[in-house]
Nanobody
């Protein structure tokens, strides 16, 4: 059973930075695409970024392009989200997700939660103005 555990959330002022981590365990092989999602109070879940098995392919929501960077360290089975130039509207719970046997070119357009099989419990990010 795949388990995903997020960390690195916290409170930061606007313009600041945070790096989220997602530690994965229970993999039988390293053939997972992974992604980051977020959900703010009273809002629907939003896809933030996703990354291919190799780490070469990435995709971002327009709202975070140029500010956030998704990366992975396969040797450590860890996914990262570097968040710079944070804005109050980035305040949300952030979740990592994984998809087994991922075919990058067959994923839905954008960053869609329906493409992912496993989810973490989330880490909270609060950005104050």
């Amino acid at each position: 059973q795949v388990q995903l555990v997020e960390s690195g959330g916290g409170s930061v002022q606007a313009g600041g930075s945070l790096r989220l981590s997602c530690a994965a365990s229970g993999y039988t092989s390293n053939n997972y695409c992974m992604g980051w999602f977020r959900q703010a109070p009273g809002k629907e879940r939003e896809g933030v970024a996703r990354i291919s098995i190799s780490g070469v392919g990435t995709a971002y929501a327009d709202s975070v392009k140029g500010r956030f960077t998704i990366s992975k360290d396969s040797a450590k089975s860890t996914l990262y989200l570097q968040m710079n130039s944070l804005k109050p509207e980035d305040t949300a719970w952030y979740y990592c997700a994984a998809r087994q046997n991922c075919d990058w070119y067959r994923l839905r357009q954008g960053i869609d939660g329906a493409d992912f099989d496993y989810w973490g419990q989330g880490t909270q990010v609060t950005v104050s103005s």
